[in-house]
């Protein structure tokens, strides 16, 4: 199959966030904080991803404008908040029921799409809202009450998280098209940096990072986090098409309830194992049948 590195590029992207709530969670146990790992996350990629479009500059022309330059930093704005919300989420709720709640930009991102630029959703699409709710609701366990362990705060934060992704997809979709992917995730980096540091400067300045352990937990975050997975998809979206690679990205979704699983030894029960599947199905339904509307 001639696509097939390039599925397997954005399926790994996927896999490697997924990862992520489960890692910072061990973090939190060796006393770190969720300002300081986001910080450091974005801006240490931020570095590495300029690294890499210096290296590239000989081999393909940099073609970012002024103009671009702001609504960028503003995207990255968007996709740092929410991992600072996603990190200081799982704090209060278990990883799992995070992942759950963030999967909800899907309707999110439908709902933002009509009040901002008046597309009104289309049946299918009210009809995978419904599914993901349901989903949702069995998934987070809210129907087994040896299972409760709600958090008013924790899930705030993460339906926030949730909000800004889908900001952040639709911005990023829309912003710096013509840019090429090293310049685009580098300025993105810098905006998330930036807006972690804004919000968050008293903890990130106070933070102590002479600590060898922090900067091993830093650079693992921004390489596996952020570095790898957004060169995996600006390699591999450019190539299979931003129509199925939705489809393929909501790995994240069980990769991140096994990491659960298998590291925090977060229990999952057979009901939220259904929600998952009916979640992961109609996100993967109604991104499947755009591919073939948008085919014929």
């Known amino acids: 199959m001639k696509n097939l590195k390039y599925i397997l590029m954005v399926l790994l992207g996927g896999t490697m966030y997924g990862t992520m709530s489960s890692f910072v969670k061990l973090a939190y146990r060796r006393g770190f904080n969720a300002a300081e790992l986001s910080f450091w996350q974005a801006f240490l990629a931020a570095l590495l991803l300029g690294l890499c479009a210096f290296l590239s500059r000989k081999a393909e022309k940099d073609n970012i404008q002024s103009k671009d330059i702001l609504p960028l930093i503003l995207t990255g704005c968007a996709i740092g908040l929410t991992n600072f919300l996603y990190y200081e989420s799982v704090q209060y709720i278990s990883a799992s ?37 349901i989903g949702t609701v069995m998934a987070g366990g809210v129907l087994e009450t040896d299972e409760w362990t709600f958090s008013v705060k924790g899930t705030l934060l993460a339906l926030s998280a949730s909000l800004t992704y889908a900001v952040y997809i639709i911005a990023n979709g829309r912003c710096g098209k013509g840019v090429r992917w090293q310049s685009k995730s580098m300025m993105i980096m810098i905006g998330s940096s930036l807006c972690i540091f804004l919000i968050n ?18 650079v693992f975050l921004a390489v596996i986090g952020t570095t790898i997975p957004t060169a995996l998809f600006a390699a591999g979206i450019s190539k299979i098409g931003a129509g199925i690679s939705p489809i393929l990205m909501t790995v994240e979704l069980p990769v991140a309830v096994l990491c659960a699983r298998i590291i925090l030894h977060e229990r999952i029960t057979p009901l939220q194992s259904a929600g998952i599947i009916i979640m992961l199905a109609s996100i993967s339904a109604m991104n499947y049948y755009k591919v073939l509307k948008s085919k014929k």
């Not at 699409?125 to 709710?133: A, G, S």
């Not at 400067?201 to 830093?218: D, I, K």
Request: net charge positive.
């Open 97 to 133: 029921l995070a992942i759950v709640i963030l999967m909800q930009f899907t309707w999110l991102g439908i709902l933002l799409e009509w009040i901002v630029f008046k597309r009104k959703a289309s049946r299918l699409e009210m009809l995978t809202v419904f599914f993901i709710l």
């Open 201 to 218: 400067s008293q903890t990130v300045l106070s933070g102590n990072y002479l600590c060898n352990e922090f900067a091993g937990w830093a």
